[in-house]
């Protein structure tokens, strides 16, 4: 018996009656969506909150859960003890345990599993606050003095070079006190006694509370609108203003001002005392944007995955405990832990990047959503080229459409035009990465001293490397995918698992001469352009070249400032880019999206290529695109060469809705995976079979298409097949997979992963 179930024998023994036990429901980091009741001993009702982390027995072990509730009926007769509390407050508020509550059901997996997935690791592992010892100078000195201090004969020749790098720099400016000694060679105690001398000021404070916070401070005045956007803004008040502000759909063309209207309503919010969150596909590549951002406001906390723990964790204090007024982030930051949210903007709410690709596999636009209804906050998607999704919600009314249709001032969009690529077969006997007229765009771009973008949605020197003798594709030996050529590296690579290999001169199947690198990636077109435009710097941005932390803003900086001519790069540099300088974009191939086996292989190439013209135009020059394409007639590719977003989207609705596809219906993919071919292919069987029999049931309003293997076969080793749910109504998805969840646990090495609302297909 337990020293608590004796007490209370005891107590009542004395008094005839049992004490009301208190119970704590609490949730573990498996993919198993139940409540565990443990009894909460009397020593640690005080200090549970739901929202903290507990120690609980769980078989014959002991581990770490989340209490998300008390109660005090359990839902089994017996109930263990806890163990512990591990938080001194609740990691978790209320509102953040709704949402993973929904995530958990919505998306198919454990409430523990998605509580441990919003919650940064850093958190979790509750990081020290690091103390950081800063130096400021001493009293002021004049030059005459300062020249007696240094010297002064009792001077070590360290602590003269202390006082030099600190007389050297302005009167005020910190260092860490770390950084100060490894500049001068001088020690810790050498700074304390230069402190006790008055020299210099030493002050120990928590390392990042301040550093987290520092932004340009609001050293910028709002734009006067113009009058579109004033419109837009007005409406945006209005809506502010109501009781329930709903979601507005802000579809601005590039370069309309989207952004300048982000920035007023939030100045707007914090007036009433709110705060905001600010939603980017991507941190690093919209340095740009954050820059502005930080220029407006004080008080703005940007998140990114570089973030160093100790830093993190103070940032994530600053936004817990208040003191932050924006945060800016990528998609999961929507799960900061930010009070009074009074406004969710998502930039560029049509990317992919907002999905998260494993489990929970939310997407952070429906999180904001969901996020804004508990929360009771205005949610803003902006976006040059709305998701089909956002736009017929917009079409059936369920959020308001606001249209930006002109760019600022006096810019016009670009002139698009495309070239028939197989035409230019023809006329140039052969195949040609650059066309005649991007070339002579090219030319006459850069005599003008105007900057050029290429674009080009593939990296490596060339995609696919085979056999002419005997057909043979040299493929990764891990996935089922082509091997890429990497020139500088002299390597083949795998852009799936990463293997890479040395390139063979023979054909590895039947040793004829013969191999062949067809194809072309970014790498290769650095080389083709060099050789046509030599005397012009080429800047290449690619995953590849744009390796390690901080290479994009100083890249950008350098193309900025003119050291380079042409800004060659994949989807890296198609989005947010402000250079008025850049009068033409070129897309090498438009159709690297088109011929995916996905529904959405259609928007996507229209976004991309909408996308990347938004690049050029950008100041008085004007500016042209140029858009090569084997599929020149393609709608994707001519609608976004229009700027008609609107022919696009009815264009794309029409061939939709027949089959259903969002966002007429809703999807489920599970994907199956393991080591054995054999095993994987029985289990997508079996489980697609048991759906099946849920979906006749369902009179077709449920169907099951496959199984089948998946688009790539095998990656690192693992087989894959994959099926797909298709409804009318996700909660026929949703009961399906409740009926399966059982067969859905791993069995025989092969795991099934559930994808609600799907964005990859391969
Ligand atoms: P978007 O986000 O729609 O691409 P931006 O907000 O980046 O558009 O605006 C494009 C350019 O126009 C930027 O250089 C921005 O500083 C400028 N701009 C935006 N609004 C105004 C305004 N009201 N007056 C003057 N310039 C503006
Ligand atoms: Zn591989």
């Known amino acids: 018996m337990s020293i608590a179930d004796k007490s209370s024998k005891l107590q009542e023994s004395l008094t005839g009656q049992t004490p009301q036990q208190l119970f704590a429901e609490v949730v573990f980091n498996i993919p198993l969506n139940k409540l565990f009741h443990y009894n909460v001993p009397p020593d640690l009702r005080e200090l549970l909150t739901p929202g903290m982390r507990v120690k609980a027995p769980f078989g014959n072990k002991v581990i770490t859960g989340f209490c998300v509730g008390l109660t005090t009926i359990p839902s089994v007769y017996k109930t263990k003890d806890l163990m512990g509390i591990l938080d001194a407050f609740p990691l978790a508020d209320e509102t953040m345990l709704r949402i993973t509550k929904w995530l958990s059901s919505y998306y198919c997996c454990g409430w523990g599993e ?40 009792k001077r070590a020749i360290k ?9 050297n720099q302005a009167q005020n400016t910190e260092i860490r006190a770390k950084d100060l000694m490894k500049a001068t060679g001088g020690t810790m105690s050498m700074l304390r006694q230069l402190e006790r001398e008055n020299l210099l000021r030493l002050e120990e404070r928590q390392a990042d509370a301040v550093n987290a916070l520092k932004g340009g401070g609001a050293s910028r005045q709002h734009l006067a609108l113009s009058e579109e956007q004033e419109a837009a803004f007005t409406l945006i008040k209005e809506k502010l203003a109501e009781p329930s502000q709903g979601i507005i759909l802000l579809h601005g063309i590039t370069g309309s001002g989207k952004t300048e209207l982000y920035l007023q309503t939030i100045a707007k919010l914090l007036e009433q005392g709110k705060k905001a969150l600010f939603l980017v596909p991507e941190i690093s590549l919209t340095s740009q944007s954050i820059q502005r951002i930080k220029e407006r406001f004080n008080n703005v906390a940007v998140l990114h995955s570089h973030l160093q723990g100790a830093f993190h964790y103070a940032q994530w204090k600053d936004i817990k405990e208040g003191r932050v007024d924006v945060v800016v982030g990528a998609r999961s930051s929507i799960f900061a832990p930010l009070k009074d949210v009074g406004l969710i903007i998502l930039d560029e709410e049509h990317e992919n990047t907002y999905k998260q690709e494993n489990s929970p596999r939310y997407n952070a636009r429906d999180i904001a959503i969901l996020r804004a209804t508990y929360e009771n906050a205005m949610v803003i998607l902006g976006t040059a080229t709305p998701s089909l999704e956002s736009y017929y919600e917009a079409e059936k009314g369920n959020y308001t459409k606001i249209v930006l249709s002109k760019r600022i001032g006096t810019l016009q969009l670009p002139q698009v035009e495309i070239v028939d690529m197989l035409e230019e077969v023809r006329k140039k006997r052969g195949y040609h990465v650059v066309s005649q007229r991007l070339e002579y765009y090219m030319k006459q771009a850069l005599s003008r001293r105007e900057q050029v973008i290429l674009f080009l949605n593939r990296r490596g020197f060339t995609p696919y490397i085979h056999c002419k003798r005997c057909g043979f594709v040299l493929k990764c030996h891990r996935c089922d995918i082509p091997l890429t050529f990497h020139k500088k590296l002299n390597i083949v690579l795998c852009h799936y698992c990463h293997a890479e290999a040395i390139p063979p001169e023979s054909c590895p199947d039947c040793m004829a001469n013969y191999i062949n690198y067809r194809g072309f990636g970014t790498e290769k077109i650095e080389e083709v352009i060099a050789k046509k435009f030599p005397g012009y710097n080429i800047l290449r941005m690619d995953s590849d070249s744009m390796r390690s932390h901080g290479s994009h803003e100083k890249a950008l900086k350098a193309f900025e400032v003119g050291e380079f001519q042409i800004l060659l790069g994949t989807q890296m540099i198609a989005k947010g880019l402000d250079f008025p300088n850049v009068t033409l974009v070129g897309v090498i191939s438009a159709d690297t999206m088109l011929n995916l086996p996905d529904f959405r292989a259609g928007e996507r190439t229209f976004q991309l290529i909408s996308q990347v013209a938004g690049r050029t135009g950008r100041g008085q020059k004007g500016g042209r695109v140029i858009v090569q394409s084997f599929n020149p007639r393609h ?30 219906g809703r999807m489920a993919r599970i994907i199956f995976r393991g080591a054995s071919e054999k095993n994987t292919e029985e289990k997508a069987s079996v489980i697609a079979g048991k759906l099946k029999e849920v979906a006749k049931e369902s ?22 097949w994959h099926l797909l749910m298709k409804t009318k109504d996700h909660q026929r998805i949703h009961d399906a997979l409740l009926c399966v969840a059982d067969t859905l646990k791993p069995t025989k090495g092969v795991q099934s992963l559930v994808d609600v609302d799907p964005y990859m297909m391969l």
């Open 159 to 167: 602590q003269v070079k202390v006082l030099e790098f600190l007389f």
């Open 635 to 664: 709608y994707s590719i001519t609608y976004a060469a229009a700027h008609d977003y609107e022919g696009f989207a009815k264009k794309e609705l029409e061939y939709r809705k027949p089959l259903n596809y969002p966002p007429f």
């Open 699 to 720: 009179n077709n309003q449920l169907q099951i298409l496959g199984p089948s293997p998946a688009p790539v076969m095998k990656i690192n080793n693992l087989f894959r």
């Open 114 to 153: 998605a509580i441990h997935a919003v919650i940064p690791p850093v958190v979790r592992r509750g990081a020290k606050e690091k103390i950081d010892i800063f130096v400021t100078c001493g009293k002021p000195l004049t030059s005459l003095e300062k020249e007696t201090v240094l010297q002064s004969k």
